[in-house]
Nanobody
Framework: QVQLVESGGGLVQAGGSLRLSCAAS????????VGWFRQAPGKEREFVAG????????DTADSVKGRFAISRDNVKNTCDLQMNSLKYEDTAVYYC???????????????WGQGTQVTVSS
């Protein structure tokens, strides 16, 4: 059983940056892929970025490509999402999730954090 806790959310002006962190405990985090997802009010949860178990494969959604980057540290059991050039439409609750294989589908992930709010003011 992997427990995930996100941190780093907050209020930022458009064009600014935030760094989200997902801290894992329990289970074998280093053998899991990690995904970052977000959900805005009234919208479905969507894939933002993912990284495989050892960090040699990563992917970002087209909507954030070139602005967001995902990384992980299997010694510290963390996975970070660096978000630059933030836009108003990036406003959402951001979740990290873990599963055996990286996927863009939320239903593929077994473990979820509680989420952290990111609000971008225009």
């Amino acid at each position: 059983q992997v427990q995930l806790v996100e941190s780093g959310g907050g209020l930022v002006q458009a064009g600014g940056s935030l760094r989200l962190s997902c801290a894992a405990s329990g289970g074998t985090f280093s053998s899991n892929a990690v995904g970052w997802f977000r959900q805005a009010p009234g919208k479905e949860r969507e894939f933002v970025a993912g990284i495989n178990w050892n960090g040699d494969t990563a992917d970002t959604a087209d909507s954030v490509k070139g602005r967001f980057a995902i990384s992980r540290d299997n010694v510290k059991n963390t996975c970070d999402l660096q978000m630059n050039s933030l836009k108003y439409e990036d406003t959402a609750v951001y979740y990290c999730a873990a599963s055996r294989f990286m996927s863009v589908r939320p239903t593929s992930y077994h473990y979820w954090g509680q989420g952290t709010q990111v609000t971008v003011s225009s």
